[in-house]
């Protein structure tokens, strides 16, 4: 109806963008990420050509301008998981990321231009322009004006697009600014705000920037610096954001950014809220009493420990002691794989089951991430326990560290044993939950579980530190029972966990016979799906759980377990390993008071450090968590890794 009069379509192709999926022209569901991304264009460009065969339908394709342009260069998928990067070739090979790249790879984009009654014969330019010049170029195209007073920073380059050449163009240089770090360059030459100077005829990939000395032999390097370094210095200074910025990169700068102020808040002693300060301060009946524990500040030879160097020699002589024993770690996962199994929302939270490859051999392990809704970066913590839906709610009562803690603003991350499936549906008949986790199913095993288990938990906690939603220097653990020794060990033996709390798992070796006092837990790391297996053993899958009888009942220690015990050592020396960073222990019926005397050699280690209040123990007399419990977990956490003091 409208055919004869001027019209402006905007038409936003998100198509081209993450995350990948399916199309109508490729519906492959098992296609990789890049196949489907190369489809998803394919797509884009039959769009294009429907609207095109339109205009022809209409009639006025002739005399209808098409601009086709794009905003940044190409996502290349890490924050989604894909294994394969999806950006394009650039200099025959594939591109790093280009999106939230000042780089030519992400600000050197393409533009086209289509009208065949105005632009006769197709040809390529090199003419330097900005997204700023797109507006007064429609302008002087349509013989319209634009308002008067408003000041445009573009230039219009329809003397291009009718056939007039490069040479008509006279733009001397173009501006970008990402945050708060800006670019200028010419045809050859680019200057950032920060300093890197380019020659991008010959460094292209800005490999290479220049010094000042590299460049004082080329007239044309030291004439382009000076020129583009004057328009620099005489653009605005940046005027206040009126909003957050919550982009993947936005809350990555801010990460950084707060880095060095979160580490020196860290240094400082700071004391606990008052409603945490009784827990971090022994009872008087227990200040001073180390017990028979042998203490962490004694040396292999015997020596005392009074010095921080000596005492950083000492706690690398443990942890190499540690890990000897209980086999040793491969090294992390730098880039976790992983895939999303589902998204829900959650009143103000998301939440998204995944498969984290984390384990031994990149086994896969079910996970719940929640992310609060919020500008971001949030604090973490990682919650490990036999499954990974109790931590959200949707298992055993009581255990749901995860849920709450992110209704009060942390992301979390909840893990389960890497033989434990999900079952929502039913959570008491949840997959493989009962079952010991030994390794990986049918190889022989070469790390203890209980150090397996923790493995897994590290890379959990590098795949939490990679995520944009999270500052990577505030991530802290939490377990119950079997998953406190988990976190115990996870802690103690991977030094990125900002702080940890221990739920009642029996925080040192006790062979005497509690069954009276704690019947609901047990401190029987000496069974084989702790630190009792013997290496190179094979365990079945589907072995269940045989517990053994008492050490102190007749029953032979095996595996690490024996060789720890009789050499005499035992967690105390994994509890040194977290000095300086702070943990909590909430004891239960496997944790009494009476631990204050293992905790007091931490307690000891942080003072030779310089710090009072890094060593925490809550008591209850139950073995299960309470409400009381749960609340002090939550505010341990918001303390130390939100830094909510009175």
Known sequence: RHRDEPFLVYYSAILSHIPVTTTPMSPDEEASPREKFAAMIRYADHLVGRMTQALDELGIRDNTLVFIATDNGTDNGTDQGYEQSLGGRLHGRISEEGIYSLAERGINVPLIVHCPGWIRQGRESDALLNAADILPTLADLAHASLPQGLKINGRSFAPILRGEGDASWKRPWTFTQYHTTRVIRDHRFKLYSTGEFFDL??????????????????????ASRKRLQKVLDSLPRDAPAPFTFRSISARRIRARADAARRAKWIQKDHAPPKDLALFFRPPRAYAGDFGEYRSPLVDHYGRRIDTVQAWMRRRQEIRDYWHQVLGPWPPLIEKPKWETVA??????????????????GEEPVDAFLLVPDGDGPFPAVLVVYYDAQSGIGRGTPMRDFGWQLAKRGFVTLSIGKPNTGVNLADPKNIPGRNLPYFGPANRPLTVQPLSALAYAAANARVFLASRPEVYPDRIGIVGHSFGGKWALFASCLDDGFACAVWSDPGIVFDERDRRKENPGGSVNYWDPWYLGAMPGSLHPQGEKYRFRKLPSEGVERTGAYRRLVEEGHDLVELHALMAPRPFLVSGGTADMPERWKALNHAIAVNRLLGYRYRVGMTNRSTHAPTPRSNEQIYRFFEWWLMEKED
């Open 201 to 222: 005829a010959e460094d292209p990939l800005e490999l290479r920037p220049l010094e000042p000395n590299q460049h004082s032999s080329s007239p044309a390097a030291v």
């Open 343 to 360: 998204v829900t929302r959650r009143s103000s939270v998301t939440q998204r089951q995944l498969r984290l490859h984390i384990g031994l």
